[in-house]
C-alpha cells in the first residue's frame, strides 16, 4: 500500500471516530466534499498546513496519521 493510501485511510478513520462528515471538514477546509473525499482515498496528497490542520482537528499525531512506527 502506498503512503497516500495509508494516510487517506487514517483520516477516514480519524474523522470517524470523532463523528465527523466529510462534507463538514470539507467545509473547514474551503473544500467540496467531493475534493475531501480524495484525500481519504489517496487520489490527492495533502500539503503541509492541511497535515497539521487535520492532525490537529482529529487529535492524533503526524506519526499516527502517517501510521510511523515509533521503533523505527
Same mark, same amino acid.
Given at each position: 500500500? *502506498?503512503?497516500?493510501?495509508?494516510?487517506?485511510?487514517?483520516?477516514?478513520?480519524? =474523522?470517524?471516530?470523532?463523528?465527523?462528515?466529510q462534507k463538514e471538514i470539507?467545509?473547514? /477546509?474551503?473544500?467540496h466534499q467531493a475534493d475531501?473525499? #480524495?484525500? +481519504?482515498?489517496?487520489?490527492?496528497?495533502? *500539503?503541509? +498546513?492541511?497535515?497539521v490542520y487535520l492532525c490537529? =482537528?482529529? *487529535?492524533?499525531?503526524?506519526? #499516527? /496519521?502517517?501510521?510511523? *512506527? #515509533?521503533?523505527?
Amino acid at each position: 500500500m *502506498d503512503i497516500a493510501k495509508i494516510v487517506g485511510h487514517n483520516l477516514k478513520t480519524a =474523522r470517524k471516530l470523532k463523528g465527523i462528515t466529510q462534507k463538514e471538514i470539507a467545509k473547514e /477546509l474551503n473544500k467540496h466534499q467531493a475534493d475531501y473525499s #480524495e484525500y +481519504e482515498t489517496g487520489k490527492i496528497q495533502l *500539503d503541509y +498546513e492541511k497535515i497539521v490542520y487535520l492532525c490537529k =482537528r482529529f *487529535d492524533i499525531t503526524p506519526n #499516527e /496519521l502517517f501510521d510511523i *512506527d #515509533e521503533h523505527i
